[in-house]
């Protein structure tokens, strides 16, 4: 093969560094490298949780390796703070696997459908792409438009950063409402329990991720909404909580939100939403993983 040709001779090493053959190259180290699509069975054995590659591996693609196992870390993270300074029962760490598990099976499959679709394009090229006809140059449009649909899904993948969302959660209080779907490129955002809360700016120009604290905050809409029983609830089983008022009319708010209250958790996913709370003290044993243990 071309390639390994290429490393033998470490001449591919010089063509990219574009200089001449003379030029001294030493080979210190050699791994090979599989591309492949494997995501574990379980990604926890009783006090163990596995995150990152060893729990996921993809071909790389879209930058989102790295991206998958910091994301597993910090949800991990959260679960283990909260037990571990005893504000949630140790059920609340049920809810990594149940998270993570799923979303990152769904990014190996988009990963790796759009790698194998890249590659498929890189291997092939049309018979007639430099043809200086009206023919060659419908070939050419075609390839590129290809190319570029791969691409940009790739290097702009809004979708799969801020649209995924966790439909099968125990600490979660899930409505009736699903959040919406979402492709590698594209997603909608969504108030639906689950999903990342929408971002926005306060009117003083403050994003509202930075006013939302490191624990539970309680985004209030609605400024008639009765929010006494979620706070008292929440200090009484020692559950970080964070009040923070909105203003429909001043903050840029997303015509997503829907409701009066949005309970944020503290990695900024959508825990629950409603206009009230029928027992505050039940939404807060839910989303802290269970009453006290
Ligand atoms: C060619 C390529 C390009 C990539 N490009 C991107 C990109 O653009 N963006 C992106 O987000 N991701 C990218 N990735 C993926 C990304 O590099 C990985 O997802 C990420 O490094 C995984 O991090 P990790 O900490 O989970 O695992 P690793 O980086 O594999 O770290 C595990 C560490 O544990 C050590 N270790 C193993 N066994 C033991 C042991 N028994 N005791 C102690 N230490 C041990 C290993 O030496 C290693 O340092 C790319 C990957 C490849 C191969």
Partial sequence: MIVDARLSNLQGIRDILGVDADFPVEMIAKED???RRLVADRFRLGRMFIAGDASHLWVPYAGYGMNAGIADGLNLSWLLAAHIRGWAPETILDAYEAERKPITEQVSRFAMGY???AI?????LPPGIEDETPEGEAIRQALGDRVTANNVQQFACAGLNYGYYYDASPIVAYDCEGAPGYTMYDYTPSTAPGARVPHFFLADGRSVYDVMGQGFALLVLDNQADVAAMVDAAASRGVP?????VDRALDAVPECYTHGMVLSRPD??????????ADAGAL??????????
Avoid: K, Q, Y
């Fill in 268 to 277: 900024f996913h959508v825990a629950w939403r409603g206009d009230v709370v």
């Fill in 120 to 124: 498929r394009e890189r291997n092939t």
């Fill in 115 to 117: 790698a194998e679709s």
């Fill in 241 to 245: 909580l964070m009040v923070v008022p």
């Fill in 33 to 35: 490298w599989i591309g």
């Fill in 284 to 293: 807060i044993d839910r989303v802290r993983g269970g009453a006290t243990d």
